[in-house]
């Protein structure tokens, strides 16, 4: 099947309330240019120059969310366009972002990343690491980011109820914040959970936005 029969293929099983980045990192600018031609316009990239790159050639109207882990020093590049960041795991990182988006005079979302796989190597924080960045004097004064929900990664396996448990702590570790720390901010509404492989899962436990990308462009090298 071809980028565009992919996408509308996902459209249709998922609630149209669920945001589907479609995630085109090392994909070439041909197959963006097809999603964005089949008029799905919201794309996930994961090196902050590639981003850079695609940015610069395709149009303006794309809302691009970077999905991967950010180093400091390349939150620049991107910063004046960026639409979301989905894995913000420390306060130096969020640090960094306002003072981007300070020089770019504008606001930018982020979502903070949870730790909930088994796996070592997945980045993310956990709930106490969490609380100590949003309690901390340095967080409240930082007026030009948004934290407007979390993100995870589950395991990387077959097993079902391994993910399902995995998408049901991040699902918890939400309501915990929203409750203790954003019950008045009625942007901290979103869970960015689901990939190509647990994405059906994602839906039933509550995710608000997927981020796929092999099932709609195909395997990556
Ligand atoms: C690559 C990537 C995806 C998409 O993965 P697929 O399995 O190809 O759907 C989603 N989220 C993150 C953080 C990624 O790095």
Not at 31 to 60: M, Q, S, Y
Not at 150 to 167: D, L, P, S, W
Not at 186 to 192: A, D, G, T
């Amino acid at each position: 099947m071809s980028i565009a029969e992919n996408i509308q293929k996902i459209k249709k099983e998922i609630p149209e309330s669920i945001t589907l980045v479609a995630v085109s990192k090392t994909k070439p600018i041909e197959d963006l240019k097809e999603a964005i031609n089949a008029n799905h316009l919201i794309l996930g990239e994961n090196k902050a120059l590639e981003l850079r790159d695609k940015h610069e050639v395709l149009p303006a109207k794309i809302q691009w969310h970077y999905i991967g882990h950010l180093q400091t020093n390349k939150v620049k590049y991107i910063a004046p366009f960026v639409h979301l960041f989905h894995a913000v795991d420390s306060l130096k990182l969020i640090k960094e972002i306002n003072k981007q988006a300070v020089i770019n005079n504008r606001t930018i979302n982020y979502l903070l990343q949870f730790h909930i796989a088994e796996e070592e190597s997945k980045f993310g924080l956990d709930l106490e690491e969490a609380k100590q960045i949003i309690e901390s004097e340095t967080y409240k004064e930082l007026k030009n980011v948004q934290c407007v929900g979390v993100m995870g990664m589950a395991t990387y396996t077959n097993n079902e109820e391994q993910i399902r448990k995995e998408f049901k702590e991040l699902k918890n570790t939400f309501n915990l914040l929203k409750e203790k720390h954003f019950s008045n901010d009625l942007n901290f509404k979103e869970i960015s959970m689901g990939m190509t492989n647990d994405y059906k899962i994602a839906i039933e436990e509550g995710t608000t936005i997927l981020r796929i990308g092999s099932l709609i462009f195909g395997e990556r090298n």
